[in-house]
C-alpha cells in the first residue's frame, strides 16, 4: 500500500470526523480508530458514544489519550486505514499533565512543549513505519480570537504548532468548514 498521511482540520462541529470516517470507509473495511478523548463528565461520555456509533462496527478503536505512537507500533495488526482522532483532545490531555490545577496559573510551560515535542514525534515515527493510510483529525486554532486566559493561549500555541508539524509532513490537507472539505494541499 502507498503509504500517505491526510491531515485534516476544522473547527468545533466543523464535520472533520465524519469526514475522516468517509475518507476511511472509502478507502478500506481494515481501519483502526485511534479515539484520544477521555470521558472526564457524563456531557463527553455521550459524545463519546454518539462518536462510537458513527463508526462501522467492524473498526476496531484503540483508546489512547497519550503515547499514540508507541501504542500503534505495538497493537497495529493488519489495518490498512489508521484515523487518529484527535489532536485537539491529545494536546489537551499532555497539557493537563503539565498543569498543577490546585495552583492558579502553575502551568510548566516547558514541560508541556516537551510532552507535545516528543508525542508528535513518536507518532510521526509510527506514520513512517507503518504500512498504513493514517488519516489525523486536528482543530484549527488559527482562526478565533486569543483565548483571554493564559491555559488557554498555552493550548492554542501548542496546538498550533502540532498542525504545522504534521501539516508539512502530509501529503493532503484538508480544513472543513461547515461540512464542506477545502484541500490546501496534495
Known amino acids: 500500500m502507498n503509504q500517505k498521511l491526510v491531515l485534516v482540520l476544522g473547527g468545533d462541529r466543523s464535520g472533520k470526523s465524519q469526514f475522516a470516517v468517509t475518507m476511511a470507509s472509502r478507502r478500506s473495511s481494515r481501519v483502526l480508530f485511534v479515539a484520544t478523548a477521555e470521558p472526564g463528565d457524563e456531557e463527553m461520555h455521550q459524545r463519546i458514544l454518539a462518536h462510537k456509533r458513527s463508526r462501522p462496527v467492524q473498526w476496531r478503536t484503540l483508546e489512547a489519550p497519550t503515547d499514540i505512537g508507541i501504542r500503534l507500533a505495538k497493537e497495529i495488526k493488519n489495518e490498512e486505514v489508521v484515523i487518529v482522532d484527535c489532536l485537539g483532545l491529545l494536546v489537551s490531555n499532555l497539557l493537563c499533565k503539565a498543569t ?19 508525542e508528535i514525534k513518536q507518532l510521526l515515527k509510527a506514520v513512517s513505519q507503518i504500512d498504513a493510510r493514517f488519516v489525523i483529525v486536528s482543530n484549527e486554532v488559527g482562526m ?15 496546538l498550533g504548532g502540532v498542525n504545522q508539524k504534521v501539516a508539512a509532513k502530509a501529503d493532503e490537507v484538508y480544513l472543513l468548514v461547515a461540512g464542506l472539505p477545502w484541500k490546501l494541499k496534495g
Open 144 to 158: 478565533g480570537l486569543v483565548p483571554d486566559n493564559k491555559l488557554g493561549r498555552i493550548y492554542r500555541d501548542l
Open 100 to 118: 498543577d490545577f490546585t495552583q492558579t496559573d502553575k502551568i510548566d510551560v516547558s514541560k508541556a512543549q516537551k510532552l507535545v515535542d516528543d
